[in-house]
Structures are given as structure tokens and as C-alpha cells.
């Protein structure tokens, strides 16, 4: 159907083609595959705002009032997804990676905490947007807390600076139940 | 376009007092010495877009044949812009302004590929060096962005608007990195504050750190990078990197972080890590 309607757009631009430099035939049939604008893609993008990003667009990027609390964490706490094995992966170098790659300077493309937290004392390129987390698994949290605090922060902290990576499909369960692993590890750098 | 290439390749012979400078967010000492010299490596698409400016189109108009020799009459335009122009019936920052008089008045082809692509380049020829030059004719004066016209009136709102929104895969608006987090540092970047400071006042500016000069189109643009804005879902074929250029997104964030700095004074080239 499609190769019928494209070999129809092709006689039709026929006339106007043929006078059109090489470079520019070569796009024709590109256009006539009804393939999203970057403009509209970037309305979509921003219609893809969530009520919770929304209630959270205010001034002063906290839960406004009128929004009751509590509810909202309960909303949120029900977007949270567990994985089949349990919070605490068993894979803590995939942990380590996503947490911020040793290897790449702390860099991680989808967790990157390092942008905003401090760990491993070897990684000196860390920011002081968030609480260091050294020590972090000394200091008897639950790790389901940890866990439901990567896939969804707002389920604890509404509004938060912290993505919720895990709410937005940028981590999938089992990789935050890796980096759950890593990070209450007693041999993990964050905890020696 | 020479002269430019020259210059970089003398601030990449530093490169690694570069690196190490940017951490410590300072100038590298042969940066600063190309300074003392006189030789701000923005002045180059200055230069560059001085002698475009001059320079005939295809139907034989240059930007001068209606601004003025040395651009006399558009001494002070920028530091009033972005503004609603009745010709082309829209609010435009400089870019987009540049590129409607090109197309509008000089014969350049808006439909034409290759021109446009060349437009938009960041190394290119016309926009940020035209851009430069055109800002730089505005030195010393004050910054007076008005909202008189329903237009500018409409998009400052949603200038406003888009600078609080949260949203994207990680949540992000500009007011969480730029107001709530100014001062903080993320990862080892310093996050200014552009509404309160004013930064305006030196945009365009180069980035030794990127070694380029950056229209504020560039750099509004490049931040919604960080955003990790989706069609349907986080991954890499459907992610949306950036608006499109010329865009009202763009010109509305514009005209809002420009209003607030009403009243500094216009001092570009800037000169940023």
C-alpha cells in the first residue's frame, strides 16, 4: 500500500523534481513517508507532560498548595514497578556501571547520579546537588526504600529534583535492583 | 574565516591548561594572555561577520544597502530584541531576524537545502558570525526589551510559562537547574542563574570550552539537551534533543531571560569556560 501511494507522489513530483538538483530527489520521497516535523515532535514531547510534572511547574518547583501530600506520594508510590527477583539484584558491576562508570570518570549516560551526588571517593567529578551518598549502605536503610527512591522519588520526596528514572522507563527494574545492590554492597567503594 | 581558525588553533595548542582550567572555572593562562593582547577569540566572527555584513547577495543587496554602512542603523537594535516585526508579522530574536532578511530581502532561498543548512550551522558563514556583529553594535547600551505588542506580550508568558515547566524524562525545567539550583554544581559545572544575573548582557558569547562562539539560540537550545524529552517513550528513536531553531520555544525563553536583564548593559562577545 505504502510502495503504491510513494510510486504515486513520485509522478506526481515527476515534473518538479526533474529540475531540482540530485541532492534534493533524494529527500522527495523521504517527505511523502509522513515522518513527524522536529516540530511536532517537540509539541508532542512537551504535551507528554505528566499531572504531577505539571502540579510541580509552579515558581517554586514544590507541590503547591491545594495538592494534598500524601496523596500524591500514594499515587506515585502506586506507579512503582518491583522486579520477579526481588529489590536486591545480583548483578553489582551493572549496578556500578549505571550508577556512574568508574571506567568513564563516573559518567553514565542513564543513571549519571554523579551529576548530582557524591560516592565513590575516587570520583572526584561529583555534584552537591544531592547528599553524598558515601556510606550509604552503613546506614541500615531498607533497601526497598532505596529502590522505590531511584524508580520514583516523588514517591517519597514530591517535586524532587531527582528524576524518577525508573517511572520514566530510563532504568528498567532489574537495573535499579542492581544499582540497589551496589549500593548497599559492603564491599561496594561507596561503603569502604 | 581564516583569521578564525588561526585563533582556535592557538587555544587548542593550550589545550591542557584548557582542561584543567575548566574544572577550576577560570581562564587558561595563554587565553588570558591572547586577552591581554586584545585578542578576544570572539572578536574573530566579529570580524567575520562584519565583513558579511558587507558582502552582496544574490540579488546584489547587502545587509549594509539597507542598514547602513558599518550598520549604522542598527546601532542599538539588538538590546531591544527580540521584538514583533510587522514585516514579517512575528516576534524574532537575532537569528531569526538575520535569516528573514536574508531570505526576504537578499534572494537567499529559504527552500533551498543546502543554503539553510548552512545557515544554521554553528561554523558557518551567516548566522552566528552575522549575529556577532550585529550584537556587537549594540555595545554599551542598555538592555530594554518592552512588551508592547500582543505578540511579545503572549510569548513573554509563554516564556515564563516554559521556563518553570517540568518535564521530559528526567523531570527537568529550566528553573530547576537555574533558579532552585543556582549556585550548586552539577557534577562539576557551576549552575548561574540567567533571570537574576542578568547574563544576557553578554550573549553571544564563546565558549573556550566548546571553541565556538554560541548565539543564546545555541545555548537554550543545547539545554533542553538535558532534559531527555520523549515521543512515546525514553529511548533512543524516539527522543526529542531539541526544539527546532527559530521556534517559538526558543524565542519565547529568549524573550523572557532578555526582559530580565533590562537595564544591564550590552558588553559581548562574552567569554565563557
Known amino acids: 500500500m505504502r510502495k503504491f501511494v510513494l510510486a504515486g507522489a513520485f509522478v506526481g513530483l515527476g515534473l518538479l523534481v526533474a529540475c531540482q538538483p540530485a541532492a534534493q530527489k533524494a529527500e522527495a520521497p523521504k517527505a511523502e513517508k509522513k515522518k513527524l516535523s522536529s516540530k511536532e515532535k517537540f509539541k508532542i514531547a512537551l504535551a507528554n507532560q505528566d ?4 502540579a510541580c511547574s509552579n ?6 498548595e491545594g495538592i494534598d501530600v500524601e496523596t500524591f506520594k500514594k499515587e506515585m508510590l502506586a506507579t512503582v514497578k518491583f522486579p520477579e527477583g526481588g529489590v536486591v539484584g545480583k548483578n553489582i558491576a551493572r549496578g556500578e556501571k549505571l550508577f556512574g562508570d568508574p571506567k568513564k570518570g563516573g559518567k553514565s549516560r542513564r543513571g ?7 560516592g565513590d571517593p575516587k570520583i572526584l567529578a561529583c555534584g552537591n546537588i544531592g547528599p553524598s551518598l558515601r556510606g550509604y549502605g ?3 536503610i531498607d533497601p526497598k526504600d532505596t529502590y522505590i527512591r531511584i524508580y520514583n522519588s516523588w514517591a517519597q520526596n514530591p517535586c524532587s529534583v531527582m528524576p524518577r528514572l525508573g517511572y520514566h522507563g530510563v532504568l528498567k527494574p532489574e537495573e535499579i535492583a542492581d544499582i540497589v545492590a551496589y549500593m548497599h554492597d559492603p564491599n561496594s567503594p561507596l561503603n569502604k | 574565516m581564516r583569521k578564525r581558525t588561526l585563533l582556535a588553533s592557538a587555544i587548542m595548542a593550550g589545550g591542557a591548561v584548557l582542561t584543567a582550567a575548566v574544572a577550576q572555572e577560570q581562564l587558561p593562562t595563554h587565553l588570558k594572555e591572547l586577552l591581554e ?4 577569540p570572539g572578536h574573530a566572527y566579529v570580524d567575520e561577520g562584519r565583513e558579511m555584513f558587507h558582502t552582496p547577495g544574490p540579488n546584489g543587496k547587502s545587509c549594509a544597502t539597507c542598514h547602513g554602512q558599518d550598520g549604522k542603523k542598527l546601532e542599538g537594535a539588538y538590546a531591544k530584541m527580540p521584538r514583533y516585526y510587522k514585516d514579517i508579522g512575528k ?14 530581502y537578499m534572494g537567499y532561498d529559504k527552500n533551498d537545502k543546502k543554503f539553510m543548512k548552512k545557515f544554521k550551522k554553528w561554523n558557518g558563514p551567516y548566522r552566528v558570525p552575522l549575529a556577532s556583529y550585529v550584537a556587537s553594535l549594540s555595545n554599551g547600551m542598555r538592555i530594554d526589551v518592552k512588551l508592547d505588542d500582543p505578540q511579545e506580550k503572549e510569548l513573554y508568558k509563554m516564556g515564563e510559562k516554559l521556563w518553570y515547566m517540568r518535564v521530559g524524562a528526567r523531570d527537568f525545567s529550566c528553573g530547576i537547574c537555574h533558579t532552585v539550583l543556582a549556585g550548586k554544581r552539577i557534577r562539576l559545572q557551576g549552575l548561574p542563574d540567567p533571570v537574576k544575573n542578568k547574563v544576557y548582557a553578554h550573549w553571544p558569547a564563546y565558549r573556550f570550552g566548546s571553541d565556538r562562539m554560541w548565539t543564546m539560540e545555541d545555548r537554550v537550545r543545547s539545554c533542553f539537551k ?3 524529552l520523549y515521543t512515546k517513550q525514553w529511548s533512543k528513536k524516539d527522543w526529542v534533543k531539541k526544539p527546532p531553531p527559530f521556534s517559538d520555544w526558543v524565542i519565547a525563553l529568549e524573550l523572557y531571560m532578555k526582559h530580565a536583564a533590562n537595564g544591564a548593559t550590552v558588553e559581548v562577545p562574552g567569554l565563557l569556560r
Do not use: E, F, S
Not at chain 2, 37 to 40: A, D, E, F, N, R
Not at chain 2, 94 to 102: F, G, K, S
Open chain 1, 138 to 140: 552503613k546506614r541500615g
Open chain 2, 91 to 104: 516576534v524574532a530574536d537575532i537569528d531569526t531576524r538575520i535569516l528573514a532578511c536574508m531570505t526576504k
Open chain 1, 51 to 54: 499531572k504531577w510534572q505539571k
Open chain 2, 37 to 40: 593582547l586584545g585578542m578576544h
Open chain 2, 226 to 228: 538535558a532534559y531527555l
Open chain 1, 59 to 64: 515558581p517554586t518547583q514544590l507541590v503547591p
Open chain 1, 112 to 118: 549519571n547520579c554523579y551529576a548530582c551526588h557524591c
